[in-house]
């Protein structure tokens, strides 16, 4: 992948946090190649979240972000307005590539956004990325390999969302190690991994 090969990055999580988790440190190399990276996560389930989200874009280098307030695990009724507010985003902005969660993700908010993504950017690159607690499969077809400096970076923006560090998927030597798993498929140390969902290359 050449430098600022997608020049304006979109990154839709359903929740705050499922977006970095995913693909922190992917967002972390785009920011540092040069890339426009924009953030928008479509609930935040508790107030302090809006917090704990802008400290871990800040780290992320992500200066531009919206935090959107749908009812979690009902957006599946929302389809309509969600559609509606990323339609009008793709009108108003050149979107080169579109992460959201894969295609198999199980979560039914996840798989309403990935749904309607489909739908609204049809000019642009599509990957889908992992969360693996939330799938029984996942076609890992598109790895981008990430550096020491953007593991770091990655697990220090994700340490500041103190109310999630009970949950299982938070511990960092877990994340750490599944960077280090996709890593080895394509002989480098760490790496993220994706479904191309779509890919268009003008």
């Known amino acids: 992948m050449s430098k600022t090969f997608f020049q304006n ?12 988790l995913a693909a922190g440190g992917t ?41 959107l307030d749908f009812p979690r695990r009902i957006f599946p009724e929302k389809r309509q307005e969600i559609l509606q507010y990323i339609y009008d985003y793709n009108a108003e902005n050149d979107v080169d590539l ?28 599509i990957l889908g990325y992992e969360l693996p607690w939330n799938h029984i499969i996942f076609n890992e077809n598109c790895y981008i390999s990430l550096t020491e400096e953007h ?12 109310t999630q560090e009970t949950r299982h998927y938070f511990d960092m030597d877990y994340l750490r190690g599944l960077m280090r798993s996709r890593g080895v498929h394509i002989k480098t140390k760490f790496a993220e991994s994706f479904e191309v969902i779509k890919l268009v290359l003008t």
Do not use: W
Request: contains cysteine; negative net charge.
């Open 151 to 162: 593991v770091e970076k990655k697990l220090l923006a994700l340490s500041h969302y103190k």
């Open 27 to 67: 967002i972390a190399r785009f920011v540092q190649e040069g890339s426009n990276v924009t953030y928008v996560a479509l609930s935040a389930p508790r107030p302090e979240l809006h917090e704990e989200c802008k400290k871990c874009l800040e780290v992320l280098g992500v200066d531009d972000y919206s935090i």
């Open 98 to 125: 579109v992460l959201t969660p894969s295609t198999q993700d199980l979560h039914q908010d996840h798989q309403t956004v990935t749904r309607e993504a489909m739908r609204a950017f049809k000019n642009s690159s």
């Open 9 to 20: 990055v979109l990154v839709l999580s359903p929740h705050t946090d499922d977006g970095e």
